[in-house]
């Protein structure tokens, strides 16, 4: 069973930097990756980027792109993100997500909405406020 836990938010002023973490257990198959995804108050959930746990691939929403940055730790099991030069409408609760590279790329891509609902595994959100 897949199992993720979040780390690293909290309250930043606008233009500063926040990193997040994702310590992920559980993962048994190489064409797995691990996202991020995020949901402000009275707004849906948006993918932000994702990573191929095999090989590194990346993939950035046009919301975040150059802003944001995702890396992996595959020796602590840790997947990263590095907010940086973030902005009030960043404000939002951060989730990281699990599942089959091809779905979890969909989803940030926005081409599909959901995970695959078998595979899947979601951590359970950390708020992130960006304000001064």
């Known amino acids: 069973q897949v199992q993720l836990v979040e780390s690293g938010g909290g309250l930043v002023q606008p233009g500063r930097s926040l990193r997040l973490a994702c310590a992920y257990s559980g993962v048994t198959f190489d064409f797995y990756a691990v996202g991020w995804f995020r949901q402000a108050p009275g707004k849906e959930r948006e993918g932000l980027s994702c990573i191929k746990l095999a090989d590194g691939t990346t993939l950035y929403a046009d919301a975040v792109k150059g802003r944001f940055t995702i890396s992996k730790d595959s020796a602590r099991n840790m997947v990263y993100l590095q907010m940086d030069n973030l902005k009030s409408e960043d404000t939002a609760v951060y989730y990281c997500?699990?599942?089959?590279?091809?779905?979890?790329?969909?989803?940030?891509?926005?081409?599909?909405?959901?995970?695959?609902?078998?595979?899947?595994?979601w951590g359970q959100g950390i708020q992130v406020t960006v304000s001064s």
């Open positions: 997500a699990a599942d089959f590279a091809f779905s979890l790329f969909s989803a940030v891509a926005g081409t599909t909405k959901d995970l695959s609902p078998s595979y899947s595994s």
